[in-house]
């Protein structure tokens, strides 16, 4: 984990503790439960023109790489969940179980899991500017026709092409903060 992790988890019995660490979610679910009767449809609109679900898959679909100078402020988004409430909603319930447990495989004893961790950490900064002109001379290099600086708060996703899900949403509310 490179120590990007350090004091994220309580010292505890390490034959007990099992963690999962999970960058991304393929099937999510609400993490708020909510009645579907008492939600009603609204138009959701930008620039004044009504959207749907289907224009908006429309748009990854046409979408094209583009080359941009692009300078983003500095940003670290981490996250921990236990997610024991979450799995025994999707009855996964005998591994949590004492009573019924049996993980002997994994350890020596006969233990259940008593939480499972889901950690997220994402570091936007300099380091990955290291490789960006080695082995590129000025006739390969590929000169952004656009400019294109963060200065104001913004959102950001991280799109699976092949999935064609987000795997990851923010908002970064101050980008000039310190």
Do not use: C
Request: hydrophobic residues 35%; charged residues 25%; glycine residues 4%.
């Amino acid at each position: 984990m490179n120590g990007n992790f350090k004091g994220t988890f309580r010292n505890s019995d390490l034959d007990t503790r099992m963690i999962l660490l999970n960058t991304y979610k393929i099937h999510p679910f609400w993490e708020f439960f909510f009645d579907v009767n008492k939600t009603q449809k609204e138009k959701f609109s930008a620039q004044n023109r009504e959207l749907s679900s289907y224009m908006l898959s429309r748009y990854y679909h046409y979408s094209r790489p583009h080359f941009v100078d692009l300078k983003l402020p500095r940003f670290t988004i981490s996250n921990q969940h236990n997610l024991v409430d979450t799995l025994k909603r999707f009855n996964v319930i005998d591994l949590l179980d004492k009573n019924v447990s049996d993980i002997l495989g994994i350890t020596d004893r006969g233990e259940f899991i008593r939480s499972i961790i889901q950690v997220v950490k994402l570091v936007v900064d300099e380091s990955g500017e290291t490789t960006r002109n080695k082995g590129l001379d000025a006739t390969t290099r590929i000169i952004p026709k656009a400019k294109f600086y963060v200065d104001r708060p913004f959102t950001f996703y991280i799109y699976h092409h092949h999935w064609q899900i987000i795997l990851l949403s923010s908002i970064i509310t101050n980008p000039n903060g310190e």
